[in-house]
């Protein structure tokens, strides 16, 4: 089956070609060679809390896998998202390349293991952090 946008019928929300993305994002073969950080926390604050600055944090999260771990601030900024990290860890250099449908993007991490993003859209994302000599490690899906 080939991968066009135009099947389908017409009448379809804008919304459901977001989802469809998402999901040929999930298959991507591309880290298949990766090993899977598994979430260790997953840290929703309050809903009046992340709604009532500019810049609230809205999840926390910690993926880990191997010695290495990556935690996670995601910030409500209207209509869009910020993240912002640290990777710590057993390694001399790493990439971070962050996975979202239809785009990815290489923040740059620090010597220290910080990383940021800002202006994300609301939607499905995935780290991906390339060490030297060693295997890849992703992160699963979730929603900023």
Do not use: Y
Not at 11 to 25: F, K, N, T, V
Not at 33 to 59: C, H, I, N, Q, W
Not at 101 to 112: H, K, L, R
Not at 113 to 142: C, E, K, N, Y
Request: aromatic content about 4%; hydrophobic content about 40%; proline content about 8%.
């Amino acid at each position: 089956m080939r991968n066009r946008p135009d099947t389908g019928p017409a009448s379809r929300p804008p919304h459901a070609e977001d989802g469809r993305a998402a999901a040929l994002a999930a298959f991507d073969r591309s880290d298949d060679a990766a090993d899977l950080a598994r979430t260790r926390a997953d840290t929703v604050p309050a809903t009046e809390a992340a709604r009532s600055e500019d810049g609230a944090v809205t999840a926390a999260l910690r993926f880990e896998h191997g010695g290495v771990a990556v935690d996670l601030q995601v910030r409500a900024h209207g209509r869009t998202r910020s993240l912002s990290g640290l990777v710590t860890g057993d390694f001399e250099h790493a990439v971070l390349r962050v996975r979202r449908p239809g785009a990815t993007a290489s923040p740059t991490v620090g010597e220290d293991g910080r990383f940021s993003l800002d202006g994300l859209p609301r939607g499905p994302i995935s780290l991906s952090l390339l060490r030297t000599g060693r295997p890849p490690v992703v992160t699963a899906w979730f929603t900023v």
